[in-house]
């Protein structure tokens, strides 16, 4: 699980699927990203770090 996603995410308030929303994919895809079993491409990464305020290297760890 991509435990610092999550908790930025909910730091910043947000639900998944506001997550989702924004980032223009679908819930369930979004799911498997903050889940760690989907990487995601580089603009999804790009958009985490802007709308978290938060280095995508930091986002990107599994823990």
Do not use: C, P
Not at 22 to 45: A, M, P, V
Request: hydrophobic residues 35%; aromatic residues 8%.
């Amino acid at each position: 699980m991509r435990k610092n996603l999550k908790e930025a995410r909910q730091k910043a308030g947000m639900t998944q699927q506001q997550v989702a929303d924004t980032l223009g994919i679908s819930l369930i895809y979004y799911q498997k990203i903050e889940q760690g079993s989907r990487t995601g491409d580089f603009e999804i990464w790009d958009n985490l770090e802007d709308l978290f305020n938060v280095h995508q290297r930091k986002l990107h760890e599994i823990l």
